[in-house]
C-alpha cells in the first residue's frame, strides 16, 4: 500500500512537472481564474476556469471555504446554497487562486438613463445609473470607455466627445453583483463650412479660404476642379490662373465632409483698360457737352444713391484713420461684414460690382448672388437676374455716356456695364459716378495694392468714347 501511493505521488509530481515545463517561459506566473468575483442567486451554477492550464483540468483541487453557502465540483462548478459571501478556492502544485463569490437573495443590475446617444466632437453629456432593486446594497459603480479616442467617461458618468466614431460607456461594480449597463456613443464632426461660397478673382490674383467649423486636430485636403484656371495650397491659399471657372473643395480626412467654393477668374483688364480710359476723363469735355437728361430717377433710384454716398463718406473717414480699404476680388459680401472685418483688423476690401450689390442689400432688393459686367455682356450668378428683374429693367444700349444723355436714356442711380472692359459702375448724375474700381481719382497704389480715398463720385469714364453695354436700372 505505501508503495503504491509514493507510486501516485511520484506521477502526480511528475506530470506536474511537465505540464509547467510544456508551458511558455514565464507563463505560469499567468495562470489565473477566469473571474476575480461571481455573483450567483441561491440554486445558480457557475463554472470558473483557471486559464492557461487547459486539458490539465484534473490537476486541479476545489473547494469552497464556507461549504454552507456554496458548493464546487471537481470540474470547476460551483452552486449557491445561502445568502452569503465565500471564497471558492482552486489548488495547483500548493499555489491557491482565489475567486469571491456573492450570493444574494435577489441579482441586481443597472439600468442606465441612456443605452444610445449622438453627439458632436468636443460636447459631452452626464450619464446616470441606477442599481435594481432600489435599496439594495452594492459596491459604488465604475464607468469605462470601450475607446478613449472617441469618448471618454470620468468618475461621475460624464461622457466627453473626442474624436469621430463610436464607443461603449460601460457602468458596472467592482464587486461583481450588479450587471454591466452600456451606452453605445456616436461621435460627429460639425458640418464643414468653408468662409465663402463663392469668389471672383482676376488672372494672377490671390485669396484665401477660411474653414469657419474647424475642429482642432482635424486634418484637411485641398483640390481644385480646374488646376489650369485656381490651384489651391494644402493652406486654403488659392490663386488665379487663367479665365474661367474652378470649383475649390476642402475635404476633412477624418470623416469624408466636404465644403466647396466656386471661384470666378475674370482677365486682368480692369486696371490697365480702365487706367486707359480714364487718362481721357470727361474733364476735357466741355460742361455743355454733357446734356443734362429730363427724366428723373425713381424712389428705389435715390435711395441706393444715399446709400453709395454714406459708403464713400466711411471710407474716406476710415483712410484718414489710417485704416485700408484694398482692391480686391476676395471681399465680404455685404456692408455690414465688411465694416466688422475693418474694425478688426484694419482693412477690408473692395471691387468694382461690390457696392452696387452691397447696396441692394441693404435695400432688401438682392440676397447673396451676385452679378457683375464682363466686356459686352452681365453675369448673373444664382437668381440674381430674376430678384434685379422684380426691381429693374435691364436695357442693352451700347452707346455712350453723351449719346445716352442726350436720348435721355441715362438716369443717376443706373448700374452700368461696358462693351470694352469687364467693369461695373453707377451713374452719379453731372457726369460723375461712384467708383468701386482700381480709378486714378478714387486711390492709389500702395505697396503693390490700389487704396481707396474714397467711392467717389468722380468723373471716371470718359463719357464721349466709352460704351455701355448694358444699364440696369431701378424703376420702383
Excluded at 94 to 113: A, P
Excluded at 154 to 168: D, E, L, P, R, S
Excluded at 343 to 372: I, P, Q, Y
Excluded at 404 to 421: F, H, K, M, Q, R
Amino acid at each position: 500500500m505505501e508503495k503504491r501511493n509514493k507510486k501516485r505521488l511520484f506521477r502526480t509530481a511528475l506530470l506536474l512537472m511537465l505540464v509547467f515545463l510544456a508551458l511558455p517561459m514565464g507563463a505560469s506566473a499567468q495562470v489565473r481564474l477566469n473571474k476575480k468575483t461571481i455573483a450567483l442567486s441561491v440554486g445558480e451554477s457557475y463554472k470558473l476556469k483557471l486559464k492557461k492550464l487547459t486539458g490539465y483540468e484534473s490537476l486541479i483541487e476545489w473547494r469552497a471555504e464556507d461549504e454552507t453557502i456554496a458548493d464546487v465540483t471537481q470540474e470547476g462548478y460551483v452552486t449557491a446554497k445561502a445568502y452569503g459571501a465565500t471564497d471558492i478556492v482552486a489548488v495547483v502544485d500548493g499555489v491557491e487562486y482565489r475567486c469571491l463569490l456573492n450570493v444574494v437573495l435577489q441579482k441586481q443590475s443597472i439600468r442606465l438613463n441612456s443605452v444610445s446617444k449622438s453627439l458632436q466632437k468636443g460636447k459631452s453629456f452626464r450619464l446616470k445609473a441606477a442599481v435594481q432593486p432600489e435599496g439594495t446594497a452594492s459596491a459604488p459603480v465604475l464607468w469605462k470607455s470601450s475607446n478613449k479616442n472617441v469618448a471618454k467617461v470620468n468618475a461621475k458618468g460624464k461622457v466627453t466627445a473626442i474624436g469621430a466614431g463610436t464607443a461603449k460607456i460601460t457602468a458596472y461594480t467592482a464587486d461583481g453583483i450588479a450587471a454591466k449597463a452600456v451606452c453605445k456613443v456616436t461621435v460627429t464632426l460639425a458640418p464643414l463650412q468653408l468662409s465663402e461660397t463663392t469668389q471672383e478673382l482676376t488672372v494672377g490674383e490671390k485669396a484665401k479660404l477660411s474653414i469657419v467649423s474647424d475642429n482642432t486636430g482635424d486634418t484637411y485636403k485641398w483640390s481644385s476642379s480646374d488646376k489650369s484656371v485656381v490651384r489651391v495650397k494644402k493652406t486654403g491659399k488659392v490663386v488665379a490662373r487663367t479665365e474661367g471657372t474652378a470649383t475649390v473643395t476642402v475635404t476633412r480626412e477624418q470623416d469624408g465632409a466636404t465644403a466647396s467654393c466656386t471661384v470666378t477668374v475674370a482677365p486682368e483688364t480692369d486696371s490697365e483698360t480702365q487706367t486707359e480710359i480714364q487718362s481721357e476723363v470727361s474733364a476735357e469735355t466741355p460742361e455743355s457737352a454733357v446734356p443734362q437728361t429730363p427724366a428723373q430717377p425713381s424712389a428705389y433710384a435715390l435711395q441706393m444713391l444715399t446709400i453709395l454716398q454714406k459708403y464713400s463718406d466711411q471710407v474716406a473717414l476710415d483712410n484718414a484713420a489710417g485704416m485700408r480699404w484694398v482692391y480686391s476680388n476676395s471681399a465680404k459680401s455685404t456692408w455690414a461684414d465688411a465694416r466688422k472685418e475693418i474694425r478688426k483688423k484694419k482693412v477690408t476690401h473692395m471691387n468694382c460690382a461690390l457696392g452696387c450689390r452691397w447696396a441692394l442689400r441693404e435695400m432688401g432688393l438682392l440676397d447673396s448672388s451676385n452679378f457683375w459686367g464682363e466686356p459686352g455682356y452681365v453675369v448673373y450668378h444664382g437668381t440674381s437676374k430674376d430678384q434685379l428683374l422684380a426691381h429693374c429693367d435691364i436695357l442693352t444700349v451700347n452707346k455712350t455716356p453723351n449719346e445716352l444723355l442726350a436720348e435721355g436714356n441715362l438716369l443717376p442711380g443706373d448700374i452700368c456695364t461696358y462693351v470694352s472692359i469687364g467693369h461695373t459702375n453707377v451713374y452719379a448724375g453731372n457726369g460723375l459716378w461712384y467708383e468701386f474700381g482700381r480709378c486714378a481719382l478714387n486711390g492709389k497704389y500702395v505697396d503693390n495694392e490700389y487704396v481707396f480715398d474714397s467711392f467717389g463720385p468722380v468723373a471716371a469714364v470718359n463719357m464721349s468714347d466709352t460704351k455701355i453695354g448694358t444699364i440696369i436700372r431701378l424703376v420702383k
